[in-house]
């Protein structure tokens, strides 16, 4: 049982660093997005499962995966409403230059 | 397992200052929106944490459900009035 708790929260604990790194490096708003919106949730979702796992069968439990339903849904529905946002107010989305190496 | 929780929390608090990176150097307004979602999910997550190191997680998971339903209406409310207000 430890090791199952153990593996799933590290396994989201590199989620999250993946995100991190994604969240400095991406060159632009629409980019950064796809670190926040699909990386960022995966890794949320694993460690909170992870801690649901380490709790056993109780309300508290119930509870962690009742907040992790809730960040699945929402963290692509605050993704998706910012980006609206930001290409209704006119801003370019990111293209690769030419004559620039990658 | 006391030792690993530990880790974990400090692994994620400083995860929450990359973010707080963006939130402070975005060139964007929509950066900021974004690094202070971030900030947020890391919130919740040390909240969590916090209460399964304390074993009283059936008081931490309230708040963080509460964090978590808040998070989405500020977020929203802000992307819907930069949308409406037009160009920033």
Not at chain 1, 73 to 78: A, Q, R
């Amino acid at each position: 049982m430890s090791i199952v708790v153990i593996l799933l929260i590290l396994s989201g604990l590199f989620f999250l660093v993946g995100a991190a790194i994604g969240m400095v490096r991406l060159p632009d708003v629409f980019t950064r997005a796809h670190a926040l919106g699909l990386t960022d949730t995966l890794g949320l979702t694993l460690v909170l499962f992870g801690v649901a796992c380490y709790q056993g069968f109780t309300l508290s439990a119930v509870k962690t995966v009742l907040i992790l339903v809730l960040l699945c849904l929402f963290n692509p529905v605050i993704t998706h409403v910012g980006l609206r946002a930001a290409l209704r107010t006119g801003l370019q989305p990111w293209t690769h230059e030419e004559g620039e190496g990658a | 397992m006391q030792i690993f929780f530990v880790a974990v929390l400090l692994t994620t608090v400083a995860l929450a200052l990359v973010y707080l990176f963006r939130m402070v150097f975005g060139p964007t307004l929509f950066d900021r929106l974004l690094g202070l979602n971030g900030i947020s999910n890391k919130a919740i997550l040390i909240l969590v944490l916090i209460g399964t190191l304390y074993e009283r997680l059936d008081v931490f998971v309230d708040i963080s459900v509460g964090y978590a339903l808040l998070n989405l209406v500020g977020a929203v409310a802000v992307a819907k009035y930069l949308e409406m207000k037009g160009m920033p």
